[in-house]
């Protein structure tokens, strides 16, 4: 049976030990963490902070994240999977290190944000990828599905809603803010904006809370608490509601050009509970799924595991660039 060349380097440390396909250099190679890229890109006047990894030689992999974070979430994902693939994760207005222009400079809704990952994906040439959508990115993920389905090579979904059984008790106080906007329907949301919701989108329903970093939901309630960003925030809120509508096209979409697509899920997410991941079941033919034990950030817990799902899924599904013969 072969043996993993990284598994005889931790049992063989001779320099003179040598097996046929595990030569020292080959082990090293097979270790070798590609580092990731912090870069910034003007769009429309706007900063927009990305991490980048790997070469723009092989398949790209679109990283959309989720409120109340930034691109931050796949910093553990993105080496996993550089060796193979070109890894791209924005940041959108209004969260991370990208620009955040108040409220009445730039209108902070889904079409908006889409519009400025569209732009942003054609000032980097990205022509072809799969998209990554977790929570505020599957909206934005799918529009761009939408509007050019022929870019998109495969889906990766963990905790990214389509469907309206996805939307439960969480979405109560929203709903009611979608159809009258008002101060008194916008101050019970204020609540999903404090340091203990943002902590809590991290711990509940996790395994082992010892796990998760702190530096995670300190580092977004940091920036969510800049002069502004609640605003910001509210405004998202309220532009969420134009998301259901739309549901029945991005489900047509699925239907229609059946993109290869892994479900990922947090099944303990109290925000996207796994009522919103059975749906796609209806839709897409070729589709891996998986829930898992864990809550709504995934990638905390289980990003090993996820990691392992994608480089499998991908491998099959996304077409590589064909190797160059060495030269005669």
């Not at 108040?102 to 994906?121: A, G, I, S």
């Not at 469907?163 to 329907?185: C, H, M, T």
């Not at 970093?213 to 532009?239: C, H, V």
């Not at 589709?287 to 499998?312: Q, S, V």
Request: include cysteine; glycine fraction near 6%; charged fraction near 20%.
């Amino acid at each position: 049976m072969a043996i993993p060349c990284d598994e005889l380097s931790s049992v063989f440390a001779s320099p003179s030990f040598w097996i046929q396909g595990c030569s020292p250099t080959r082990m090293a190679k097979q270790k070798q963490r590609i580092p990731v890229a912090h870069k910034t890109v003007n769009i429309d006047g706007l900063d927009i902070f990305y991490r980048e990894a790997g070469s723009a030689e092989n398949p790209t992999v679109l990283l959309l994240h989720g409120f109340p974070t930034s691109s931050q979430m796949f910093r553990n994902l993105m080496p996993e999977l550089a060796n193979g693939y070109h890894l791209v994760a924005p940041d959108y207005p209004g969260f991370g290190e990208s620009s955040s222009p108040p409220v009445h400079q730039f209108e902070y809704t889904f079409d908006n944000l889409t519009n400025v990952v569209e732009k942003f994906t054609q000032a980097l040439k990205l022509e072809r990828y799969s998209l990554y959508v977790m929570n505020y990115g599957a909206p934005v993920g799918y529009r761009l599905a939408v509007t050019h389905p022929e870019r998109v090579q495969a889906l990766i979904v963990q905790n990214g809603n389509a469907y309206e059984e996805g939307l439960r008790d969480f979405w109560i106080p929203l709903r009611a803010y979608w159809k009258d906007r008002s101060e008194q329907n916008a101050e019970p949301l204020k609540n999903f904006l404090t340091y203990e919701a943002t902590k809590s989108q991290y711990t509940s329903g996790v395994r082992n809370v010892e796990a998760i970093s702190p530096d995670t939901w300190t580092a977004d309630q940091y920036r969510m608490d800049r002069p502004g960003n609640k605003e910001i925030q509210l405004q998202l809120f309220y532009s969420y509601g134009s998301n259901p509508p739309l549901y029945r096209e991005w489900q047509a979409y699925f239907r229609n050009y059946q993109p290869p697509t892994l479900i990922v899920w947090g099944k303990n997410d109290p925000i996207f509970p796994a009522e919103g991941a059975e749906p796609y079941k209806r839709d897409l033919k070729n589709l891996e799924f998986h829930l898992l034990d864990t809550g709504h950030f995934a990638l905390e817990e289980d990003g090993g595991e996820i990691a392992r799902y994608m480089a499998n899924f991908l491998d099959k599904h996304v077409k590589k660039p064909a190797q160059r013969s060495p030269a005669a």
